[in-house]
């Protein structure tokens, strides 16, 4: 674990907006399905948002829907999670996962313990 890196967590106030970053130092992130998950004290790990490789095929949970949004920068071999509206219950660290595929629109937040790489994650605490 730890082959990913999440950066961009914050403290931020109701309504704020963070975006997420997740690189890859050692590997092409391109045929790479990734997913966000995260989780808050107490709580199992949750996915949130996921992303094919290179069909731009995306899902979210009904909990981020409409608020976060997922993008890739392939020259910065970089992926992003962008949160806005941002309520209280986002309070979580938040880890970056990487599932090799080589097909298209596939990508999965179900199954954590299912995927090739891990980022240690970064926190990301919603409060006034």
């Known amino acids: 674990q730890g082959q990913l890196v999440e950066s961009g967590g914050a403290l931020v106030q109701p309504g704020g907006s963070l975006r997420l970053s997740c690189a890859a130092p050692g590997f092409n992130l391109d045929y790479y399905a990734i997913a966000w998950f995260r989780q808050a004290p107490g709580k199992e790990h949750e996915g949130v948002a996921c992303?094919?490789?290179?069909?731009?095929?995306?899902y979210f949970a009904d909990s981020v829907k409409g608020r976060f949004t997922i993008s890739r920068d392939n020259a910065k071999n970089t992926v992003y999670l962008q949160m806005s509206s941002l309520k209280p219950e986002d309070t979580a660290v938040y880890y970056c996962t990487a599932k090799a595929w080589y097909g298209s629109s596939w990508c999965d937040v179900e199954n954590y313990n299912g995927m090739d790489y891990w980022g240690k994650g970064t926190l990301v605490t919603v409060s006034s």
């Open positions: 992303m094919g490789t290179r069909d731009g095929y995306t």
